[in-house]
């Protein structure tokens, strides 16, 4: 398993808080299901719904969102939430 931090992962919560962590892989609950964005991934922009952030394979960061969008491109995860 690659476990190389090439994701760059922004988290912008609605109340103007932020996190920026460096990670191998992001999934997150979309309404078309689960997502998940590894290194490579190509362009993406998803509605994100109730459930857990998840960045990385070993000792994973869970964050719980409520909602909001999600956009993938070169490497790079933004994720707006609702809270």
Sequence with gaps: MDTSNNIILD???SSGES???QTNRV???SEDG????QEGH???VATLV???LV???E?????PITGGLALARANHVTVLTME
């Design 55 to 57: 960045a990385g394979t």
């Design 11 to 13: 988290v912008i919560a």
């Design 42 to 44: 190509g362009p993406l």
């Design 19 to 21: 996190l920026c962590v």
């Design 34 to 37: 689960e997502v998940c964005i």
């Design 27 to 29: 999934t997150f609950p």
């Design 50 to 52: 109730p459930g857990t």
């Design 59 to 63: 000792n994973p960061r869970k964050f």
